[in-house]
């Protein structure tokens, strides 16, 4: 046997989907399903539940308003707690209605998808987002 036959394919990319409205978490999850594997939050201490596993993940898409807390409490706690996964946070919203989330997107400025969008614009959004490989 050669010693390729031995080698190990890489896991698909994990992606972590955190959006207080369960149908569009939902949608969200099966519009991504051909991306890698899709976990769902539906809030605040779900999201902090699960980052705190320690379980690495490769991309988090996050709403600006939860159940709980907000995406930018959320983006704080990560600093505070994941600072390795600041880089793999994005957020999907329908807006920035309050002063204080458009002053953390306009200071933070992370990776933004405005809802609506189409599957492909949600998909074109996770590629450029995933690490390649």
């Not at 999201?47 to 690495?56: E, F, M, T």
């Not at 600006?64 to 999907?92: D, M």
Request: net charge negative; with cysteine.
């Amino acid at each position: 046997m050669s010693a390729t036959a031995n080698v190990t394919v890489n896991a698909s990319p994990k992606l972590l989907v955190i959006d207080d409205e369960p149908i569009i978490a939902t949608l969200i999850k099966r519009m991504l399903a051909s991306r890698g594997e899709v976990e769902v939050r539906e809030d605040f201490d779900g999201a902090v539940q699960r980052l705190g596993l320690g379980d690495d993940v490769d991309l988090i898409l996050c709403d600006l308003t939860l159940r709980g807390g907000s995406g930018w409490n959320l983006y704080a706690w990560i600093a505070e707690h994941r600072p390795s996964l600041l880089c793999k946070v994005a957020f999907i919203t329908g807006g920035a209605y309050t002063s204080e989330a458009q002053a953390f997107l306009d200071h933070v400025r992370p990776p933004c998808l405005h809802k609506p969008f189409t599957r492909r614009e949600l998909l074109e959004f996770a590629d450029e987002l995933l690490p390649v490989g």
